[in-house]
């Protein structure tokens, strides 16, 4: 079985950056995906950034040029680093994984940015 766990989370000003990781546990046959999804108050959850298992980048539009993601197989780990933090960059993040297209997912780590 595969586990997400994540990290990273936490307070920043408008401006700043933050990094998220995630480190995926369990046997995996072949990824689809991996990437991170994040989720506001009272919002539907929306696609951050992802990677194919071949290495093929996409972006949301809200931040793209400001996030990047990147994954360390040797260590089986998943980062999205955050600049240019916005107050609307506020949400829950979760890390995820598509493994045949079956979703597996972390518990989600808190990012707030305060303006």
């Known amino acids: 079985q595969v586990q997400l766990v994540e990290s990273g989370g936490g307070l920043v000003q408008a401006g700043g950056s933050l990094r998220l990781s995630c480190a995926v546990f369990g046997s995996i046959f072949r990824i689809d995906y991996m990437g991170w999804y994040r989720q506001a108050p009272g919002k539907q959850r929306e696609l951050v950034a992802r990677?194919?298992?071949?290495?093929?980048?996409s972006y949301a539009d809200a931040v793209k040029g400001r996030f990047t993601i990147s994954r360390d197989g040797a260590k089986n780990t998943v980062s999205l680093e955050m600049s240019s933090l916005k107050p609307e960059d506020t949400a829950v993040y979760y890390c995820n994984l598509v493994d045949w297209g079956v979703d597996h997912w972390g518990q989600g780590t808190q990012v707030t940015v305060s303006s």
């Open positions: 990677m194919s298992g071949a290495g093929t980048t």
